[in-house]
């Protein structure tokens, strides 16, 4: 079974810098689909950025341009570098590893989903 763990979580200042891991062992990798995704207080969770088993990446809009998803198949591990911060990029990150892509968009409903990490950006 799928058991994602994310690390990477702090507080930074707004303009600074994270990167986000998730690792998953004891599956093969790079037959999976995943995402990150963020749920802030008193709000739904949301999709951030997704990445396919052969690396194509898709962002939402509020973060196009500042967060970059990647993957690692020999560390299975997926990465979220998120660059200038915000105060509205506040919430927890949860990764979901093995959503089902259709048509472009990505259903975590059938992936597995991490324990999250929290980020802060303040001053």
């Known amino acids: 079974q799928v058991m994602p763990v994310e690390s990477g979580g702090g507080l930074v200042q707004p303009g600074g810098s994270l990167r986000l891991s998730c690792a998953a062992s004891?599956?093969?990798?790079?037959?999976?689909?995943m995402g990150w995704y963020r749920q802030a207080p008193g709000r739904p969770r949301e999709l951030v950025a997704t990445?396919?088993?052969?690396?194509?990446?898709r962002y939402v809009d509020s973060v196009e341009g500042r967060f970059r998803i990647s993957r690692d198949n020999d560390r299975n591990t997926v990465f979220l570098q998120m660059n200038n911060l915000q105060p509205e990029d506040t919430a927890v990150y949860y990764c979901?590893?093995?959503?089902?892509?259709?048509?472009?968009?990505?259903?975590?409903?059938?992936?597995?989903w991490g324990q999250g990490t929290k980020v802060t950006v303040s001053s």
């Open positions: 979901n590893i093995g959503g089902r892509y259709l048509s472009g968009t990505y259903y975590p409903e059938s992936g597995t």
């Open positions: 004891g599956i093969f990798f790079s037959e999976y689909a």
């Open positions: 990445v396919t088993q052969g690396g194509r990446t």
